[in-house]
């Protein structure tokens, strides 16, 4: 019963290091979705993704790299890590024919020093 | 692309009341639905209702239930008889684009 599963759950980065934010599915989705979700603040879409091989910028997508190969699998990619990307962040997946419900993962904290 | 927007950066409430928090959206589409998600100091997201644009009656999940008038489009959700438990953000968002309001901080008192 996996969900949503986002690796790693803690990191901290270092100024100009790159890492990537694991996410993957077992519910079949079509849509994924990657948030970011500042202190005290709302979660705003980063990029998303409607199907494999097919993503698209939200709202906050500058610094960040997406790819989507398989349906299940759906990795951030931080390059050149900046203090500004400090926050946690949200993978998500949604399938239409179940009412857009959407399920989060738990969440993956990063911190940049 | 969709807004949604939440006036109410925080509320209080007594327990055992009703607390009706607002949320607003701006879209062109015709067809298009309304979440609400409940985040504890945990951190996790827990969907709590949803209303799809042609849905004739206000959606109701237990005490949760969603006052959508869709000529003002607003999609306001009421907790009724407010739980301790209650205590968290609270975010609408809409699933054309599945963007997010910036969230109320809902506070119940004892």
């Known amino acids: 019963n996996a969900g949503v599963t986002q690796t790693p759950k803690f990191r901290i980065l270092k100024i100009g290091q790159s890492m990537t934010l694991q996410c993957a599915q077992d519910?079949?989705?079509?849509?994924m979705y990657w948030y970011r979700q500042d202190p005290g603040m709302g979660l705003k879409l980063i990029y998303y993704?409607?199907?494999?091989?097919?993503?698209d910028k939200g709202e906050v997508p500058n610094g960040y790299n997406v790819s989507r190969s398989t349906t299940e699998d759906f990795p951030l990619r931080l390059e050149l890590a900046a203090p500004s990307q400090t926050s946690v962040y949200f993978c998500?997946?949604?399938?239409?024919?179940?009412?857009?419900?959407?399920?989060f993962g738990e969440g993956s904290w990063l911190t940049v020093v | 692309a969709q807004k949604i927007t939440q006036t109410q950066p925080g509320m209080f409430v007594q327990e055992k009341e009703a607390v009706t928090l607002d949320c607003t959206y701006d879209?062109?589409?015709?067809?298009?639905?309304l979440f609400w998600y409940k985040q504890p100091s945990s951190g996790e997201m827990i969907f709590l209702i949803y209303?799809?644009?042609?849905?004739?009656q206000n959606a109701t999940e237990g005490r949760y239930s969603l006052n959508f008038q869709k000529a003002r489009k607003s999609a306001n959700l009421v907790i009724s008889a407010s739980q301790l438990g209650d205590s968290a953000m609270y975010f609408c968002?809409?699933?054309?684009?599945?963007?997010f309001g910036a969230g109320t901080r809902l506070t119940v008192k004892p």
């Open positions: 998500a997946s949604a399938d239409a024919s179940s009412g857009n419900t959407i399920y």
């Open positions: 879209t062109s589409d015709q067809s298009y639905g």
């Open positions: 209303q799809g644009s042609y849905d004739e």
């Open positions: 968002a809409i699933d054309n684009d599945m963007r």
């Open positions: 519910m079949n989705h079509n849509y």
């Open positions: 993704s409607v199907g494999a091989g097919i993503t």
